[in-house]
């Protein structure tokens, strides 16, 4: 996933992505608030500025469906597809 990642080159030295990206599925697995995440991840603010950033520039989709896609090639996966054509009329 590292190279689905932007890289930011300016400013001072960041919290390295893995330690951040851990951070931020462990708020989501636990459902605890931004300010409650374990000082090993970072400061709150950090992992929440980072997780609002990369949702807004599609980096999260970018991992997803290169996860998707080498998961289909390896053969991981099943797309079963189920269509429902009911329809209700409204009388």
Known sequence: ???LLPRSERGRRRLDDRTVLNGIVWTFRTGTAWRDVPERYGCWATLHTRFRRWAKDGTF???LRRAQAKADAAGDIE???SVDSTAQRRG
Request: net charge neutral.
């Open 79 to 81: 797309w079963l597809v």
């Open 61 to 63: 989709e970018r991992m």
């Open 1 to 3: 996933m590292q190279p």
